[in-house]
Each structure stands twice: as C-alpha cells, then as structure tokens.
C-alpha cells in the first residue's frame, strides 16, 4: 500500500537553530499538506500545495517558517530560527487533488523537540 | 470560539459498552464532514464519512445534523482495540477545501 514518508521521524535541536523536514507524498498526488499538530490540539494546517504551487499558506508564519515543493513532487518545511513553542508533531499529508471531496493520507510524522 | 469543538474526555469505558461523541462545528460553509481516529503518537487515519443521512460502519455509527450544526459517533460493543483519539473534521468547501480538526475525543477502553 502506498504510503506518505517523512523524515527525520524524531528531531531534538536548541532554540535559534534551523531544522528541514522532508515529505513525499503518495505518487500521483498534486495535494500535498503540512501540518502542525500540538499535544491535546488537532492538526493545524500550515500551508497546501496543487503541484508547485501554494495554494493555502495564511496559517505559515513566514519570518521563520518556509515550504517549498520545487518540482511538485516532495517537499521541505523549514523553521529557522527555531523558538521553544515550535515544539510540536509536523504532519505532512497528500490527496489525488485539491477540490471536492478526496481523502487526505497522512505520513507517520516528524517530532520536533526545541529546547 | 474555535470553528470545531469536541468534549476533548477522557471516556473510560468497559469492553462492550456503547459511547457515543459529540462535535459542533460553526462555520455554515462546512459541507463535508469526516471522524478520524488518531493512536497515541501516530498519525490520523481516516474512520469515516458523515453522511447527511446517517452512515453505518460495523460497530461505528456517524450521524450529521446541519441545521445544528452537530455531529455524532457512536461505538457499540467497544473493544480494547478502539483506545485512542477521535478527531472530529469538517471539510470546509469555499475556495480552500480546507480541512478543519477539532481538538479529538479521548477514549479509553477497559477489560
């Protein structure tokens, strides 16, 4: 069965670093999210893309937070600097499209731990 | 007031008790309506649809009332196995087809 993957699974880094997360999505899917999901909250979506392009992105906060998908297949999700309320699961997701109903897949997720 | 709400529980049940979750949602261009179930540190998995009908899985009954605004999921005969985090989620079908999640339902099943 085709799965989203998402790497590193586990991340621990000091306040003011950078980090990158890394996403691909199911083949065959121009939809790709990411979310971020806080403990005790539901996922938060942080910005959507149709292929290459951003579609959603009025939740990302764009002074430290970037995404790119350059070749509308995988994409990166960046924080720099990291703050200590990034703490969080970052939960990245694809769907065959963007409009009407489609089932999201979600990936196993990335734990980032800022101290 | 946050756009889906769910009593976040715990529910702690026995095995083979029937529970039943409730989710309100207040924005009125939601059109499509969904139950994910989330185990601890995993990610959400699709359950179910809601249909404006009423929709039956196995043990799992979801119900929609738009003029309420509320949703509903029932389990009958609650088995270990169902221990974990019930997200409510609504598909809001403007010009984002957003996916909006409440905060989930805990449960917990006991022997």
């Known amino acids: 069965e085709a799965e989203v993957a998402q790497s590193p699974r586990y991340k621990i880094t000091e306040k003011s670093q950078a980090v990158a997360f890394w996403c691909d999505p199911i083949?065959?899917?121009?939809?790709l999210y990411w979310y971020r999901q806080i403990l005790g909250q539901g996922p938060e979506l942080l910005v959507q893309?149709?292929?290459?392009?951003?579609?959603?992105d009025s939740q990302l906060p764009k002074d430290r937070f970037s995404a790119e998908r350059l070749k509308g297949v995988d994409s990166t999700l960046k924080i720099q600097p990291a703050e200590l309320g990034d703490s969080a699961m970052y939960l990245c997701a694809s769907s065959l499209r963007t409009s009407g109903y489609n089932e999201q897949f979600f990936g196993p997720g990335t734990r980032l731990t800022v101290l | 007031r946050k756009e889906v709400e769910q009593d976040p529980g715990p529910f702690n049940v026995p095995e083979g008790a029937t529970v039943a979750f409730n989710c309100t949602y207040s924005?009125?261009?939601?059109?499509?309506f969904f139950w994910y179930r989330q185990d601890c540190r995993k990610e959400p998995k699709l359950l179910m649809s809601v249909y404006s009908s009423g929709n039956e899985d196995g043990r799992f009954t979801a119900q929609l009332n738009r003029a309420s605004q509320y949703i509903s999921l029932l389990i009958r005969d609650s088995k270990l196995s169902d221990s974990a985090t019930y997200l409510c989620v609504v598909n809001r079908e403007d010009s984002s087809y957003k996916l909006i999640f409440g905060s989930g339902t805990r449960l917990l099943v006991r022997p």
């Open positions: 924005n009125s261009a939601s059109q499509s």
């Open positions: 083949s065959g899917h121009a939809t």
């Open positions: 893309f149709q292929d290459e392009s951003v579609v959603d």
